[in-house]
């Protein structure tokens, strides 16, 4: 059985900084990619960031120059530096494991979300 942990949410004020991780536990073979989607009130999920196994990164251009996206392929974790953090980067943040081969197969997999607040 997969699962993706996630951690490091909070309240934090503008201009600060978080940093999440998401680790995939688990009987794992390989995992194609890993990134971070996000879900504010009333919006819907969207991607912030996200890199492959080989390292290629892809981000969201709300969050270019802002966020780093990094990850750990011996302890299949990934990690989301977010920084100069706004008000408008409130939201559930969830983790997400594409391709996870694993002894059932392999699919995709969702972590149970983490809540970052930024606000004064």
């Known amino acids: 059985q997969v699962q993706l942990v996630e951690s490091g949410g909070g309240l934090v004020q503008p201009g600060e900084s978080l940093r999440l991780s998401c680790a995939a536990s688990?009987?794992?073979?390989?995992?194609?990619?890993m990134g971070w989607y996000r879900q504010a009130p009333g919006k819907q999920r969207e991607l912030v960031a996200s890199?492959?196994?080989?390292?290629?990164?892809n981000y969201a251009d709300s969050v270019k120059g802002r966020f780093t996206i990094s990850k750990d392929n011996a302890k299949n974790t990934v990690y989301l530096q977010m920084n100069s953090l706004k008000p408008e980067d409130t939201a559930v943040y969830y983790c997400?494991?594409?391709?996870?081969?694993?002894?059932?197969?392999?699919?995709?997999?969702w972590g149970q979300g983490t809540q970052v607040t930024v606000s004064s």
């Open positions: 688990g009987t794992i073979f390989s995992i194609k990619a």
């Open positions: 997400n494991a594409d391709q996870v081969w694993s002894a059932t197969g392999s699919r995709g997999y």
């Open positions: 890199i492959t196994t080989g390292g290629s990164t």
